[in-house]
T-cell receptor
């Protein structure tokens, strides 16, 4: 089992640029979660999907953030335009009936 | 909303010592999960608890689901250097629906001196 796969592992971009983070969940899992982790705020849930449908996006900070799940094996989190305060580690997690399994994360730095 | 208080925030111990950390909630949960995060990696699930009073072990790790459903603890026995990391508790409440959102504690940073 490959686990949850995220790409890229590191992303450095300039303020104003578009950033796209990618996630491949564990095969057979029907829930997918996007989290953001910072020292100040800890782990924050941004959005989650069930069977590719967004269920709760109340954690998405603002309209600059968007997420899609076009099929059961792929999801993206997009930030446009990016700002320095978006710098954080972004995690994708997938779940089947409760237990969430996390990917290795994408460390985003916006300069 | 639900809040989790995890303590202690950090611990510095000697190799071989036992460790205990806990989480308390302002409201009840149906599920408690404990994760460990190594530097530069994502959280890894250690133990899952589904029933009030449940006591579950995973090697040197033991976790319990409090009978009030508002707390949980994690014990690590005979600590070793590779136990270093951040430990997170997470709770979930669901009432028949399909709500799988987790509420996470702020984490306990564990340092083990060899």
């Amino acid at each position: 089992d490959a686990g949850v796969i995220q790409s890229p592992r590191h992303e450095v971009t300039e303020m104003g640029q578009e950033v796209t983070l990618r996630c491949k969940p564990i095969s057979g899992h029907d829930y997918l979660f996007w989290y953001r982790q910072t020292m100040m705020r800890g782990l924050e849930l941004l959005i989650y999907f069930n069977n590719n449908v967004p269920i709760d996006d109340s954690g998405m900070p603002e309209d600059r953030f968007s997420a899609k799940m076009p099929n059961a094996s792929f999801s993206t989190l997009k930030i446009q335009p990016s700002e320095p305060r978006d710098s954080a580690v972004y995690f994708c997690a997938s779940s089947f009936r409760g237990e969430q399994y996390f990917g290795p994360g994408t460390r985003l730095t916006v300069t | 909303g639900q809040q989790l208080n995890q303590s202690p925030q950090s611990m510095f111990i000697q190799e071989g010592e036992d460790v205990s950390m806990n989480c308390t909630s302002s409201s009840i949960f149906n599920t408690w999960l404990w994760y460990k995060q190594d530097p530069g990696e994502g959280p890894v699930l250690l133990i899952a608890l589904y029933k009030a009073g449940e006591l579950t072990s995973n090697g040197r790790l033991t976790a319990q689901f409090g009978i009030t459903r508002k707390d949980s603890f994690l014990n690590i026995s005979a600590s070793i250097p590779s136990d270093v990391g951040i430990y997170f508790c997470a709770g979930r409440f669901h009432s028949g629906g399909s709500n799988y959102k987790l509420t996470f504690g702020k984490g306990t940073l564990l340092t083990v001196n060899p």
